[in-house]
């Protein structure tokens, strides 16, 4: 009695274990005998089985009959492989396209065959971890960010600010180093996305700048989670877009595109479509003169500042293609 087997381990507790390369399920448990039959049981009514004894921990064969069919070491190696993937998505936080490469990449070309494809696999790594979450709240008050989420892996303060204004709620993810980051990077570049978050908060707002002088990479250092009005309709955050747009014209023509885009604005963007003119395109009214004439303030954010047609020279980029490359992962 000194041949050991293998366990194959499953999330779900269904042990299986490798008998001579056969893949075998237990079928009960006397004491330290534990009794496995073939896998192909049901299906091909195959009658190999197994006995062994569990001591300190290891599987040792007791008795073995053997089965109508060969022996299938691939379905043994893909059954390991599948397990392991399991427990990264469960354990990690790495990414399913690296998960997958981390546990594929070894194994030998005669089991590849064998495996589920890469797209099988990913919805593999998502059910398992969707498992692992808490479930969704029903509503933005029932929202509580567990202690672990609230921290980054090194511990450090990750959810900087949880906050209402009236009824809407505004979760602000961020570090300290990644503030320092932003106060010195050259640009930021804004974006939302309505499709990665819970159905309770709308929007999924973050802010991306380049990191790193020589080489800079683009990343994501800020997240704010938001179920304000704006967010809500996707209809009308793409209206506020419209407004955004004007960055892409010259400085100079922007206060006549507003204008004329101001008289298309749905009303229920008054508000923010005057916020916008007050702040980032005309004088605020300061007074008005008694010839008739007003008086403005300069806008807080001049077109000159915000224009990225301006910019062309200055190496930022002109799109937020590289911000919403980062929603779609
Ligand atoms: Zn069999």
């Known amino acids: 009695m000194d041949e050991v087997c293998e366990i194959v381990p499953s999330q779900k507790g269904n042990n299986k274990i490798n008998v ?22 049901r ?10 004894t569990f001591l300190d921990g290891l599987h040792y064969l007791n008795n073995f009959v053997d089965h109508h069919h060969s022996p299938q070491a691939s379905k043994v190696k893909v059954a390991k492989t599948i397990a392991q993937i399991k427990q990264q998505a469960c354990e990690t936080r790495d990414k399913p396209a690296q998960i997958i490469q981390n546990n594929t990449v070894s194994m030998s070309q005669d089991d ?10 990913r919805t593999v790594i998502k059910r398992v971890r969707k498992a692992e979450r808490p479930p969704q709240p029903q509503n933005i008050g029932e929202v509580d960010v567990p202690n672990l989420l609230r921290l ?12 209402m204004i009236g009824a809407n709620r505004i979760l602000l993810f961020i570090t300290k180093t990644n503030i320092q980051r932003l106060s010195q990077a050259p640009y930021w570049l804004m974006d939302g996305t309505f499709k990665t978050i819970l159905t309770i908060f709308c929007q999924l707002y973050a802010i991306h700048a380049p990191v790193g002088s020589a080489n800079s990479r683009i990343l994501p250092l800020s997240s704010l989670c938001i179920n304000d009005e704006y967010g809500n309709d996707e209809q009308f955050s793409l209206m506020l877009r419209h407004l955004f747009a004007l960055a892409f014209l010259p400085s100079q023509e922007i206060p006549d595109a507003f204008d004329m885009l101001k008289l298309v604005m749905l009303p229920e ?13 005309h004088r605020k009214i300061r007074q008005h003169l008694r010839n008739g004439n007003t008086t403005r303030s300069a806008p807080l954010f ?12 200055t190496g930022v980029p002109q799109t937020q293609n590289i911000a919403e490359a980062w929603h779609r992962r």
């Open 20 to 41: 001579r390369g056969y893949l075998m399920i237990k079928e009960r448990i006397r004491g330290d005998k534990y009794y496995w039959c073939c896998k192909k049981k």
């Open 43 to 52: 299906l091909e009514s195959c009658r190999g089985h197994a006995i062994t």
């Open 112 to 121: 590849h065959p064998y495996m589920p494809t890469v797209n099988a696999l």
């Open 152 to 163: 980054t892996l090194t511990g450090d303060p990750f959810l900087v600010k949880d906050f």
């Open 269 to 281: 963007a008054n508000e923010v479509t005057q916020w916008f003119e007050d702040n980032y395109v």
């Open 302 to 313: 001049p077109p000159e500042l915000w224009s990225v047609y301006d910019l062309i020279e």
